[in-house]
């Protein structure tokens, strides 16, 4: 949920399932001072029908939020909430925090951030088509402008004015910024007002290789975390979007081949849950000429040394060999497919936090 491109689709697809008048709303953390559960980036979706998906931390302060989205739901008007997180330091609190938020809360419907929607996501397509940007949206400041949004390129485009050219020349300012850091941004504009800049980062994709029990476990668990998965098999009926609901992309054949195909592209990991040694090992020869950022292999240590020994003998080189993870996934005594499976994605997301 706290991944901006990941997001909007979700939203996309859930106003496209509703009347014109039936909104949503979020709450998004744009500023965090102290100790606090969520960090800036951070968002909690409000969805009158089916409830709120995603968290920015719980407790007594997500109780105000979630009371104030009402207002916003009902009048359409954009709000700046300051959650206190030091008044939760008593005994009864489940906060151990001492910190304050800033919750931006807005909604969604036929209008997105003062554009129509439907001119706002083709915009979103157009320009992430392209190349990075950001969405940069007017977050305080007590003129009309306030919940208004810009998307801004790497080349400083921008589609869609804030209002004001003082208002866009801090939102191309802030834009840069957040770009340049890959990070979200807040500045100050002319008048008082503020403008926060995220940049909508493609989903990190994850491909599995096998559509087993486990695979299928990896599927779920990674596309709840963030990632963009694909999933390849042989076999039509263990890859198919019955077994596999979560999975962005399906291809059945033989999997090395499929996975040669692929086209190149940055923050690629890949799992290897296959049925058996000899795919694995024709898979991860492949795997290791990729430019993946993770390469992870199921199996036993006698079974990873035999395919090591197999390859080596083929003359894949060492070094190549060694970025290999094997045996796969974070020590966690796992022994069922969804804890293996907590065990991959976990050692996964492990490397992208450098911990």
């Keep these: 949920m706290d991944d901006l491109s990941t997001f909007l689709d979700d939203v996309r697809r859930r106003l496209a399932l509703r009347a014109e008048q039936s909104g949503l709303v979020v709450a998004s953390v744009v500023r965090a001072r ?35 989205a009402q207002r916003t739901l009902s009048t359409g008007a954009p709000q700046l909430v300051e959650v206190n997180l ?8 489940p906060s151990i925090c001492g910190g304050v938020l800033d919750v931006f809360v807005e909604r969604y419907d036929a209008q997105v951030g003062g554009a129509p929607v439907l001119d706002f996501f083709a915009a979103l397509d157009d320009m992430r088509g392209r190349g990075p940007l950001a969405v940069v949206t007017v977050i305080s400041g007590g003129s009309p402008a306030v919940g208004r949004k810009a998307l801004i390129d790497r080349s400083g485009a921008q589609r869609f004015s804030l209002g004001a050219d003082g208002l866009d020349a801090a939102a191309r300012e802030a834009a840069a910024e957040a770009l340049g850091a890959n990070a979200p ?47 390849l098999d042989d076999r ?82 060492r070094a190549d060999l060694d970025r290999l993870h094997a045996p796969i996934g974070l020590d966690i005594g796992a022994e069922t497919p969804a804890e293996i499976a907590v065990a991959i994605v976990g050692e996964i997301i492990a490397g992208r936090r450098r911990r």
């Design 34 to 68: 102290g100790s606090t559960p969520r960090k800036v980036g951070a968002r909690m979706l409000i969805d009158p029908t089916t409830g709120t998906a995603g968290t920015i931390g719980g407790g007594c302060g997500e109780a105000e939020v979630l009371s104030r």
């Design 86 to 93: 030091l008044e939760e330091d008593g005994f009864e609190s």
């Design 185 to 231: 941004v807040t500045c100050d504009a002319k008048g008082g007002a503020r403008v926060y800049a995220e940049p909508v980062a493609e989903a990190p994709e994850l491909v599995v290789v096998g559509a087993g029990h486990v695979g299928a476990a990896v599927c779920a668990i990674a596309a709840r975390s963030g990632f963009s998965v694909t999933v």
């Design 236 to 317: 039509a009926s263990f890859a198919n979007p019955v077994r596999l609901p979560d999975a962005a992309r399906i291809l059945v054949g033989a999997p090395p081949l499929r996975l040669a195909e692929l086209p190149s592209r940055d923050d690629r990991h890949i799992v290897l849950v296959t049925r058996g040694h000899r795919l694995d090992a024709e898979c991860l020869e492949v795997a290791l000429k990729m430019e993946a950022t993770y390469v992870g292999m199921i199996g036993s240590k006698r079974r990873v040394r035999r395919i090591r020994e197999w390859l080596g003998e083929k003359g894949v080189d």
